[in-house]
Nanobody, 120 residues
Framework: VQLQASGGGLAQAGGSLRLSCAAS????MGWFRQAPGKEREFVAG????????YYADSVKGRFIISRDNAKNTIYLQMNSLKPNDTAVYSC??????????????????WGQGTQVTVSS
């Protein structure tokens, strides 16, 4: 499974960015982020069917994860960005088809990250 994240960049606080991740195969997909000096953390996940997206509390109500299986692509729409959203964002895939995997250990495949920087 090859994963490639894109769409990062610089945004002002309150602004928006959309990340994309090209991914083939029937996998549950997740977005994670890692800020400088911090551990990688779960951001959002979505099942193969596209139903029941789930989020970390820190982004709930601001970020939206979605997928277009015809294009083999998942998206992370990030709205109302805050400076503490600054991090390297990575997409990941897992073969789990039940539950809501949030742990790094539950994900098998990882793509290279894309930098998101939010200025105040």
């Amino acid at each position: 499974v090859q994963l490639q994240a894109s769409g990062g960049g610089l945004a002002q606080a309150g602004g928006s960015l959309r990340l994309s991740c090209a991914a083939s195969g029937r996998y549950t997909m997740g977005w994670f982020r890692q800020a400088p000096g911090k551990e990688r953390e779960f951001v959002a996940g979505i099942m193969w069917s596209g139903g029941s997206p789930y989020y970390a509390d820190s982004v709930k109500g601001r970020f939206i994860i979605s997928r277009d299986n015809a294009k083999n692509t998942i998206y992370l729409q990030m709205n109302s960005l805050k400076p503490n959203d600054t991090a390297v964002y990575s997409c990941a895939a897992t073969g789990r088809i039940n539950g809501q995997p949030k742990s790094l250990l539950e994900y098998t495949y990882w793509g290279q990250g894309t930098q998101v920087t939010v200025s105040s």
